[in-house]
């Protein structure tokens, strides 16, 4: 009887061990089809995680950050709610909500989302460089600067931080700091555009026209249609 008994219990656990085991297969599968775009099987993975553990934050974030690459962000935000009630330290999931808030334009919400994830990780760089855009579309630039400021400090090749810098430094007026991470853009990345015309319109509107079409015949000859149109129309 006893060894019966025994044999119950060890049939249980060994059953339990299956159960998240199975529930811990069907993530990473969910993983491994998310990777390659296969988001139907990545939901179906998730679901039967799910069936056998409701209450598995990765399994919910995963499904929310699925849902956030399909451009699904109401239903994306409404799973990293849930994942957050769960885990409320989940790092990514705040970041992950944060950037689905500011696609629906709740930049506020955004930067709170953001905060918390900095908490967490006060060196989530991507955290820093998005909170400074939520920043700059709140027209705060100067916040917005000082987590750009932030951001080259982690990682001084993160070239679209200088780009951003220097787009928010042109709004608050700041035109010479402005000038110099538009040039900072261009000698980390000759074919970076954009910086080319922002460099470029900033420089004539602090009246340097000559320099400013010679930043835009060089874009042009990298094959800027932008440029070439600006080129007809201000450098005559």
Known sequence: MKHTAISILFFLY??????????SEYYHSALLNESSYDYTSAFHDL?????INPTFDSAIYLQ????????EIK?????????IKINSLFTDAYYVRAVAKAQSTDYIGAVKDLNKTIELNPNHL???YNRALAKGRLDDFKL???????VVELDANYINAYYSRAYWKEQSGDNTGAIEDYKKVIEKDAQYKEAYIGLATVMYQNNQKKEACEVLKTSAEKGSISAEQLIEKLCK
């Open 14 to 23: 060994a059953t339990v061990l299956f159960s998240q085991n199975t529930a």
């Open 47 to 51: 679901d039967n995680a799910l069936a």
């Open 64 to 71: 929310g950050k699925i849902n956030y690459s399909k451009g």
């Open 75 to 83: 239903l994306a935000i409404k799973y990293l709610d849930k994942t």
């Open 126 to 128: 991507k955290a820093y």
């Open 144 to 150: 917005a600067i000082e987590d750009l400021n932030k």
